[in-house]
């Protein structure tokens, strides 16, 4: 049952993920608690199961216009559509209850980012969110590079960008902590200019202080002991964990 934890001064010690649902549970108390929010943008589309699944632990769908689309073939009606609506299909107004759909104008943002700006303003900065939908699609590979910003703004939000076969978040200054995920492929993707300082433990390829370049030397390692670990010394890294 795998457990991904960030520990670092933007987030302080945050479960983004646990597969074991009575230990998740336990751990976050009704009362309180973060709200968790899926917010579905209208990239390449997610596999329909793992767009429901993260839709089943979260409080809240929200989509980021064109992301609809996949909302609604997976079954599943949003509690807010957000965007300039350039992409929103033409049954939407008719289908949804009044009051989902807004319209955000302006060409200062994408309707990702305008998204949670929704999301914040209604949940709170303290908002969990699993992001979907957010890469590529087949014919604009430069909005998929675009979204990534929402994940590298400084201080890092509580996101999670999940695809169809693992999840990834930003880290610096900090420590990701994997338990009980052995044979998950880890990979560290450096986003700084001059790269990132990098220690991994417990998996197949350790570092130790390394020095890492955006290229192929970070990419596919894998998990091999009951506890990992990934710490950032210096520079920022895209981690990204298959479960």
Sequence with gaps: MARLTI??????????????????????????????????????????????????????????????????????????????????????????PAGV?????????NDLEKALRAVYARWGAAAEIALLGAGPDQGRSDHGLANLGVLLAEPHRRIVWVDAAGRMVALRDGRLTADDAVGAILSVLPWSAGGATVSEVGVHYPLDEARLLLGGRGVSNEIGDETAAVEMHQGVALVWIGV
Excluded: M, N, T
Aim: proline share 8%; glycine share 10%; with cysteine.
């Design 7 to 96: 520990e670092d001064r933007d987030r302080d010690s945050w479960v983004f993920y646990d597969d074991d649902e009575e230990r998740q549970a336990a751990a976050r108390p009704v009362a309180g608690a973060a709200p968790r929010i899926v917010v579905l943008a209208g990239g390449f589309p997610p596999p329909e199961d793992r767009l429901r699944a993260e839709r089943a632990r979260a409080d809240a769908l929200v989509c980021a216009d064109g992301g609809l689309r996949a909302a609604w073939a997976a079954g599943l009606v949003p509690d807010l559509v957000v965007g300039d609506l350039d992409s929103l299909p033409g049954w939407a107004h008719e289908r949804l």
């Design 101 to 109: 759909i807004r319209h955000e104008p302006g060409a200062e943002d």
